[in-house]
């Protein structure tokens, strides 16, 4: 494992001297996206062997909206990975990476009812959210009989991690059907009981912040649902478990951990059940898939100082960080300090706000921060940016989102970068705020 994490980290040294040295990140381009295509391979290739279980059928999804790039998608369809999409567009980004509707899933809160006749249509696993949802199915399956197979999301009420926003079972949560709600057990047992076509059961306990322990208790609450679903069938009608995503990302180090192992070990050792053939397994990981194969360039364009503290004005803010800007305290990502060169900087650490481009004061990556006193024409490297950062663009100031290239490196250092996407154009800006429309007349 020290292996891999040291190869990450030397990886990224060459990838991002290559970026500087050939222009990817520098005056025209002051900030832009880099992700390791080894790194998210060998990510990929740890979550299979995780789970691998003979005579089980795993089908593991990435949550699209944590990476919403059509060549990544494609990178992970090639190795073997699906995709787990919550909305019209998502769902067209996974097709257009090639990805076979059998390993594509539909959650979403909202699905309107053309999206799930398009996800019944094409046999594209849906997982409903809430009875008035399944009620739109049930019409929708008699005027066109479909294959695919459906599940019903439910909140397992564990409760929350350590941060709000990412928490999905908590007692109040907005996602599935509450559990522990009164009555709620047994109209979920009637649900499937006249349903015979129901075969699937979902949950997903939250992201980042919710431990292990008791993501492996929402699964625990799934599974014991479908024992006593199948019970009462006298069949295996919930024939596949789809036990969400959420395992947590270390943003301290390169090490990934907890592991895909460490979460599929302990779901082995507590829900045996769940491994022993009888279901299928879903999976829809996210950010553990990609995080730490990404990492944001960004040029110091000024370095200020005001009431005594250091300021480095760079080009990444809230524009590509916007949950670490504004949730500092729940996102805080660790920050190099590069030169003008691109190579880590040496020298004494100076306690220094890292800031970004955008004009509102709270704009900074890292504050109060220990690092090599960065000057202009310096560089930062966002570490652990590869998953929610490329996807999150904030358009505010109009900053145009930067561009994304993966990097492949070679064993003597030398790096090859593929395009994954174009930076936004002016015109892409001016198109999308409305200049191509006449000005607002007086009323
Ligand atoms: C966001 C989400 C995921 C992925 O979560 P991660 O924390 O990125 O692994 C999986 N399933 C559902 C339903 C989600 O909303």
Known sequence: MADMTDELGIRRGHALRAAVERGLAGEAEPVVGLLDVAGIAASATALRDAFA?????????????????????????????GAEVASPGELALARAAGIPAERIVLDSPAKTVAELREALALGIAVNADNPQELARID?????????????????PQVGGGSIGAMSTATASSKFGVALRDEGALDWVLEAYARRPWLNR????????????????????????????????????????????GGLPVNFGSDEAMPSFADYADLLRSEIPGLFDGRYGIV????????????????????AKSA??????????????????????EAWPIRVLALDAKGVEKGGEPVVQ????????????VAKG?????????????????????????????????????????????????????AA??????????GAGFPPLGPA
């Open 139 to 155: 019409a929708l399956r008699e005027a066109a009989p479909s294959t695919a197979p459906v599940g019903l999301r439910i909140n």
């Open 53 to 81: 279980t003979p005579g089980v059928s795993i089908t593991h999804t990435f949550a699209v909206k944590a990476a919403s790039l059509v060549p990544v998608l494609g990178l992970l369809n090639a190795c073997g990975l």
């Open 369 to 421: 921060r220990s690092l090599p006193l960065l000057e202009p024409g310096d560089h930062v490297a966002l570490l652990d940016t590869g998953a929610y950062y490329f996807s999150n663009h904030f358009a505010y100031n109009s900053l145009p989102r930067p561009a994304v290239y993966g990097y492949r490196v070679h064993p003597d250092g030398a790096v090859d970068f593929s395009p994954v996407r």
């Open 307 to 328: 009431g005594g503290r250091p300021i480095a004005v760079t080009h990444a803010g809230a524009q590509v960080a916007t949950r670490t800007v504004f949730v500092p």
């Open 353 to 364: 706000d890292v800031a970004g481009p955008c004009c509102f004061a709270g704009d900074l």
């Open 283 to 302: 999976t829809e990981f996210g950010r553990s898939l990609l995080a730490k194969s990404g990492t944001v360039l960004a040029r110091v364009e000024y």
């Open 201 to 244: 059961l979902h949950t997903h306990t939250g992201s980042q912040g919710v431990p292990l322990a008791l993501m492996v208790e929402g699964v625990r609450a799934a599974y014991e649902l479908a024992e006593r679903i199948n019970a009462a069938a006298g069949r295996q009608q919930v024939d596949a478990l789809d036990i969400g």
């Open 424 to 433: 936004q154009t002016q015109e892409e800006l001016l198109a999308e705020s």
